[in-house]
């Protein structure tokens, strides 16, 4: 039986960082190791600059850093050391090859595993913490067992719920923990001690064991359930928009039956972010390659609508700006995928920002906290693009202001000083439902809302 006493995270990222800086301060009889192949992402863990920008956790950081928090690029030393072990390296959507553009990309899981079982002197507890397509623990344990020597492995499969912005709140106030373990005397053993961390903190009942595929498909069903809601909603909004009802009323009426719920009916311009995209389109591979193309179907589905609203943005914006974008500057309020992060992957704004530049419009960026993401972002688009910090200076000379992300701060602007320094008429498109719209027409602007009759002058 393993006993545990140190633990190592291999991949220093959004999960793997802000995982393991909770667990360390509310565990301190256990010593936690984050490593990262990425030497500069390392040095910003050690650093006061965190790599990540997510509310609370400098706090967490600074009090287990140090303690029985370090960070480190010793990826083998810390395997040698653990006994147990997070992976919570990345698994993209697949490029190249067979299932391109759907299956998860396992290429750095896979060799990280090769590794641990290559260094490894003692018996682990191997626990996948990044997404995986189902049954994935299967290949883990047959690479971690072909290795020659006496050890033994157990792999435990612990999906991450938490969500960016909010990261530090769901880990120290989760609505469960899921682990799945193998049904055998060694698999419950193995299980058994992560429980027993979680229970530092998290109420027994919410501690939910499984069997080890169900937890695997759990996090990949988790995903589409949520995003199938926003894309439920956002259908409704075009036909909202056809047929002068209002999506938030809509929303609020449907979503005050308990039996639906509130949450996730927010009409938006799409949703984006590294997880929903990737995870809905693991689902569907995984699905069309058991044969079952009627439930692969039906989840594409979710994406499909998601690339419509998107693009239903942009062409709102054409049509109503007299069909003609050229020449026109356009002021992209947000880039981050949502409000309280930095992070950028798959935000609605990368393409609305493309297809603009595809109009020949000109385009100035502004966010609170993904500036540098959005270049790295925009870095091969041709055409004008600028980036500013504040957003009055942004705003001046622009014809119209795309809002895309829901920052609070958007929500306290002055927009009748906005309004004065633009090129008129002006336009505002919330592609997030924030603003006053009402006050904002009166101000002078023509207000294109989601989902919600325009208000125009
Ligand atoms: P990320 O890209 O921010 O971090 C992954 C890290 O792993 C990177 O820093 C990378 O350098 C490192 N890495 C890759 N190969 C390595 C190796 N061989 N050795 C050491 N380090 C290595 O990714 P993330 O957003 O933290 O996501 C990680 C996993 O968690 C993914 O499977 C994702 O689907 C899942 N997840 C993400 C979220 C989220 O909100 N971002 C939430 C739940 C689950
Ligand atoms: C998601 C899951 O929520 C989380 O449990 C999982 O672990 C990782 O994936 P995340 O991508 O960080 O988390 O953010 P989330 O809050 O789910 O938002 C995803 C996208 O949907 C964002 O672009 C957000 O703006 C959008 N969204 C969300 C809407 O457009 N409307 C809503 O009502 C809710």
């Known amino acids: 039986m393993i006993k545990v006493k140190n633990i190592l995270c ?103 595993a090769r590794m641990i079982a290559e260094v490894s002197e003692s018996s682990k507890i191997v626990v996948e913490k990044s997404t995986l397509p189902v049954r994935t623990a299967e290949a883990m344990s047959r690479i971690l067992k072909s290795n020659s020597k006496d050890i033994s492995f157990e792999v435990l499969s612990n999906p991450e719920f938490l969500a960016e912005g909010t990261a530090i709140q769901d880990l120290l106030n989760p609505d469960r923990v899921l682990i799945g373990s193998e049904q055998t005397k060694s698999g419950l053993q193995a299980c058994q001690e992560l429980v027993n961390i979680y229970k530092e903190w998290v109420a027994a009942e919410k501690v939910l064991t499984a069997n080890i595929w169900s937890a695997e498909l759990s996090k990949l069903v988790a995903n589409a359930f949520l995003a199938q809601r926003v894309s439920s909603i956002n259908s409704i909004s075009a036909l909202c928009e056809a047929t002068e009802a209002n999506v938030e009323e809509v929303s609020l009426a449907i979503g005050t039956d308990t039996r639906i719920g509130s949450k996730f009916l927010k009409s938006s ?27 692969a179907d039906y989840w594409r589905q979710v994406i499909i609508m998601n690339d419509y609203q998107q693009e239903r943005f942009v062409l709102k914006m054409i049509k109503n700006m007299f069909n003609t974008l050229a020449g026109k500057k356009i002021l992209i309020l947000g880039f981050a995928f949502k409000a309280n992060t930095g992070d950028t992957r798959e935000s609605p704004a990368i393409y609305v920002t493309k297809k603009l530049l595809e109009e020949h419009a000109s385009v100035i960026i502004c966010d609170p906290k993904a500036i540098e993401s959005a270049k790295i972002e925009l870095k091969d688009c041709k055409g004008t693009i600028e980036y500013e910090i504040d957003p009055y200076k942004a705003a001046e000379e622009c014809h119209a202001i795309a809002l895309m992300t829901e920052w609070s701060s958007f929500k306290l602007l002055d927009y009748a000083k906005i309004y004065k320094s633009m090129v008129k008429p002006a336009f505002l498109f919330d592609g997030r439902n924030i603003l006053d719209h009402q006050e904002i027409h009166k101000v002078g602007f023509n207000v294109y809302p989601i989902g919600k009759e325009a208000l125009t002058n």
């Open 269 to 295: 311009v799409g949703f984006g972010g590294s997880c929903f995209k990737k995870d809905i389109l693991n689902l569907v591979y995984i699905a069309q390659s058991y044969g079952l193309q009627e439930v």
């Open 10 to 112: 291999i991949g220093a990222g959004y999960v793997g960082g802000p995982t393991m800086a909770v667990m360390a301060l509310k565990c301190p009889q256990y010593n936690f190791h984050i490593v990262d192949i990425n030497q500069s992402r390392i040095d910003a863990w050690n650093s006061d600059n965190l790599p990540i920008f997510e509310p609370g956790l400098e706090e967490v950081v600074k009090e287990a850093r140090g303690r029985n928090l370090k960070f480190s690029t010793d990826v083998e030393q810390g395997v040698k050391d653990a006994e147990m072990i997070f992976v919570s390296v990345n698994t993209p959507t697949k490029t190249f090859g067979l299932g391109a553009g759907e299956a998860a990309d396992l290429q750095y899981w896979e060799k990280t």
